[in-house]
Nanobody, 121 residues
Framework: QVQLAESGGGLVQAGGSLNLSCLAS????????MGWYRQVPGKKREPVAI???????TYSDFVEGRFTISSDIAKNTVLLRMNSLEPEDTAVYSC???????????????WGRGTRVTVSS
């Protein structure tokens, strides 16, 4: 069974920084991608940043160069460094991983429980 555990959320003032980290654990063959999504109450979950093995990371437009994702597939970890945070970044941030459980199996999407980020004005 695969589990994703996030850490690093919290309260920060506008203009501040936070780092989020995520560790994938369990039994599986390989990780194809890791990244972060976020959800504001009443809105759909939206991607923040995704890093796929062998490809450059992708960021949503609202990131505007403020966030940096870095994954270490060998260590099953992904880090999101967030700078210049704005009140509009307030959301629950969830770790995402696309994982192949075993040989011949399709990739599955896994999600962490989420960590809350609150940016005060």
């Amino acid at each position: 069974q695969v589990q994703l555990a996030e850490s690093g959320g919290g309260l920060v003032q506008a203009g501040g920084s936070l780092n989020l980290s995520c560790l994938a654990s369990g039994t599986f063959l390989e990780i194809d991608a890791m990244g972060w999504y976020r959800q504001v109450p009443g809105k759909k979950r939206e991607p923040v940043a995704i890093e796929t093995r062998g490809s450059a990371p992708t960021y949503s437009d609202f990131v505007e160069g403020r966030f940096t994702i870095s994954s270490d597939i060998a260590k099953n970890t992904v880090l999101l460094r967030m700078n210049s945070l704005e009140p509009e970044d307030t959301a629950v941030y969830s770790c995402y991983a696309s994982i192949r459980p075993d040989i011949g199996r399709a990739l599955f999407a896994y999600w962490g429980r989420g960590t809350r980020v609150t940016v005060s004005s």
